[in-house]
T-cell receptor, first 113, second 111 residues
């Protein structure tokens, strides 16, 4: 069974630029999550999708972050404009359903200069 | 504000010893508890889940849950250098039962 796929793996941008991350969950997993992990901290949930609907986006900085999962499969997370404090690893995870075991992708390391 | 607290470490144990990792949580309604292992530069991988009070064993790993004390722990027996990693405690919390992670405990097993 293929795992969660993410791209790109690394991204370096300057502040005020925009960036987008892509995630393909495990086949058949209805629930998809985006997390932000700052160095030395645990992952923090940004947004949770159930199929193509948003379940929880309470910690998503909506003035600069957006995410979509149009067909209930792949998802994209966008940051526009980026700030220095957005430097982190962005992890995508999926699970068969809400509150079930989550499986993480390899993450995208973002550095904002 | 729902919280998951872990002893930050770092924790060092000699090879073959028992490593004990601890976690407390604030939401009394939490029902699902997880331990993830994260190697440096890698993503978290699930090693244990526990849902009921008591102990759950899987190979060299034992998870312990005490809901009355809002406490969950992970014991690693016969620790190996390959166990050196950051261990993340995660708890389903809040009205949406989202997964809240602790900041992790860095474990080093010395050969």
């Amino acid at each position: 069974e293929a795992g969660v796929a993410q791209s790109p793996r690394y991204k370096i941008i300057e502040k005020r630029q925009s960036v987008a991350f892509w995630c393909n969950p495990i086949s058949g997993h209805a629930t998809l999550y985006w997390y932000q992990q700052i160095l030395g901290q645990g992952p923090k949930l940004l947004i949770q999708f159930q199929n193509n609907g948003v379940v929880d986006d309470s910690q998503l900085p909506k003035d600069r972050f957006s995410a979509e999962r149009l067909k209930g499969v792949d998802s994209t997370l966008k940051i526009q404009p980026a700030k220095l404090e957005d430097s982190a690893v962005y992890l995508c995870a999926s699970s068969p359903g809400a509150q079930e075991t989550q499986y993480f992708g390899p993450g995208t390391r973002l550095l904002v200069l | 504000q729902k919280e998951v607290e872990q002893n930050s470490g770092p924790l060092s144990v000699p090879e073959g010893a028992i490593a004990s990792l601890n976690c407390t949580y604030s939401d009394r309604g939490s029902q699902s508890f997880f331990w993830y292992r994260q190697y440096s530069g890698k993503s978290p991988e699930l090693i244990m889940s526990i849902y009921s009070n008591g102990d759950k064993e899987d190979g060299r790993f034992t998870a312990q849950l005490n809901k009355a004390s809002q406490y969950v722990s992970l014991l690693i027996r016969d620790s190996q250098p390959s166990d050196s990693a950051t261990y993340l405690c995660a708890v389903n919390e809040g009205s949406a039962r989202q997964l809240t992670f602790g900041s992790g405990t860095q474990l080093t097993v010395l050969p």
